[in-house]
């Protein structure tokens, strides 16, 4: 854990306790700093969520494993994610976080899109106008990337709700993990890309003169 959580729930200016009651207001009443959840505690907490899932996944792996054990994996991210949220300390930092994409927020937006796009809307023109080999070639393309690696996640005109679910969730998490990606790079190459600026103070007597 990093050190700055033995400073939990204290005004990271001027170091006074910050009562739980006026956490939500994010100033300081002692020095009306604002103040807010530092990024690298929610980066810590994401981080062992993430691990508490790979190790239940792994523990609960079967050879039969498929979108409904997937499905499951998923959910139990929400009550592991609050769990750590109330035994791990929070720390801050100062000032107010800036809106920011984030891996969840790419995640949920590619869910978003996979569910209400990808299988309400072109599924359901898909099954009142194709015929039932371009029905089932689309259920295929909605199974990839998973499908790839295990035939267990594919999707078909029997596939059940839980294990329909799932499927679209773990895409949508490789997704949002690429749209995050992506997102990065592209942030990157514009902060290189972006120009410096000179300040230079004084002026000569040529700019006094104009």
């Not at 300081?28 to 907490?45: E, G, K, T, W």
């Not at 499951?72 to 994409?101: S, T």
Request: charged residues 15%; hydrophobic residues 50%; aromatic residues 12%.
């Amino acid at each position: 854990m990093p050190e700055a959580a033995s400073k939990a729930l204290t005004c990271p200016s001027c170091g006074e306790a910050i009562d739980r009651g006026h956490f939500k207001e994010r100033v300081c009443r002692s020095c009306n700093a604002d103040f807010d959840l530092a990024i690298s505690y929610q980066r810590y907490i994401a981080f062992l969520t993430f691990a508490a899932m790979v190790v239940i996944g792994m523990t609960t792996h079967k050879s039969s494993a498929d979108g409904s054990w997937l499905l499951g994996i998923l959910l139990a991210a929400i009550p592991i994610w609050m769990i750590f949220v109330v035994f791990v300390p929070p720390w801050l930092q100062k000032g107010h976080n800036q809106p920011r994409i984030t891996i969840v927020s790419s995640f949920l937006a590619m869910a978003l899109t996979m569910f209400l796009v990808e299988f309400l809307g072109f599924g359901t023109l898909n099954v009142l106008l194709a015929s039932a080999r371009e029905r089932q070639e689309y259920l295929e393309m909605l199974s990839l990337p998973l499908v790839w690696i295990s035939p267990n996640f594919l999707i078909t005109a029997n596939t059940g709700f839980l294990h329909l679910c799932g499927v679209l969730l773990g895409n949508s998490l490789f997704f949002g993990l690429l749209l995050f990606a992506s997102y990065q790079v592209v942030r990157w190459a514009f902060n290189r890309s972006r120009p410096t600026r000179l300040s230079i103070s004084g002026s000569s007597s040529l700019d006094n003169d104009e």
